[in-house]
């Protein structure tokens, strides 16, 4: 279908679907940019473009052989430096709402007991990271800590996260219906915006959920508040009460 012609161009409906696309491309991995260090890093690439534009414009030898040089290998220079960025765009295209209609999410069956153990780590005061793996596996960050494979409880949860315990430290990754693996190290997030408001344990659990589609329920040690992050959000301070109810959302989104 043609919309309208200029001389010897014509716009059809194949060019605007197409334009519309790559719009939304573009909006989607801005979007998934802001707030991120990749922000400033596209920002310089941006001058560099210009400073190399300008070189051929002008016929600038000297310039427009290092970038033209530059160029070969460029591509591959910005896989490397964008790596955590380009994990977390792909890891979230593949729990987008739009894939979730062919991929068949357990129900989690382990909600009672994760509520049982955050509301018993916050009357004790024990710090807790709990990560309740989805779509994305987390085999990479399981490996990183001891193995258990045991059967899931508040009992074990709360006894793992006893203060001075050989595995309190780090995270609890829960993988369907049993405790994967403990003392796990998850990346931290890169937000500027949490970079001075949380703790390590905070900062993993946000980070974690930046790169995959793993709900977090994090327990501060200092207060007993109880935070859930899914999606790099955090939920802070959450009622004991509501606890329960927010994490079933998170778990099934």
């Not at 890093?41 to 300008?54: D, E, P, Q, S």
């Not at 004790?124 to 309740?132: A, H, K």
């Not at 993988?175 to 190290?185: H, L, Q, R």
């Amino acid at each position: 279908m043609e919309f309208f012609r200029i001389d010897f161009l014509s716009f059809h409906l194949s060019d605007l679907i197409d334009i519309l696309i790559v719009s939304f491309i573009i909006y989607r991995l801005l979007a998934l940019m802001k707030g991120t260090r990749a922000a400033q890093m596209v920002t310089g690439l941006v001058l560099i473009f210009i400073i190399a534009f300008v070189s051929f414009w002008f016929q600038l030898q000297g310039l427009s052989w290092l970038f033209t040089n530059l160029a070969t290998v460029g591509f591959i220079v910005l896989v490397i430096v964008f790596q955590p960025e380009l994990r977390s765009m792909l890891a979230q295209m593949g729990h987008s709402r739009l894939f979730q209609y062919f991929i068949k999410v357990e129900e989690r069956k382990s909600l009672k007991e994760v509520t049982r153990a955050a509301v018993r780590l916050s009357e004790l005061r024990y710090g807790g990271l709990v990560v309740i793996e989805k779509g994305v596996g987390l085999k990479n960050y399981i490996e990183t800590g001891k193995k258990l494979n045991a059967e899931l409880s508040a009992e074990v949860i709360t006894t793992l996260f006893t203060p001075y315990t050989p595995l309190h430290d780090g995270a609890i990754i829960i993988a369907g219906e049993m405790i994967s693996s403990a003392a796990c190290t998850l990346p931290l997030t890169q937000n500027p915006r949490y970079r001075k408001l949380y703790g390590m344990r905070h900062k993993a659990a946000i980070g974690i959920t930046e790169v995959s589609d793993a709900v977090a329920v994090v327990v501060s040690e200092e207060t007993g508040e109880i935070s859930i992050t899914y999606k790099g959000y955090m939920e802070k301070g959450i009622n004991r009460d509501d606890f329960p109810h927010r994490l079933a959302e998170y778990l099934k989104r």
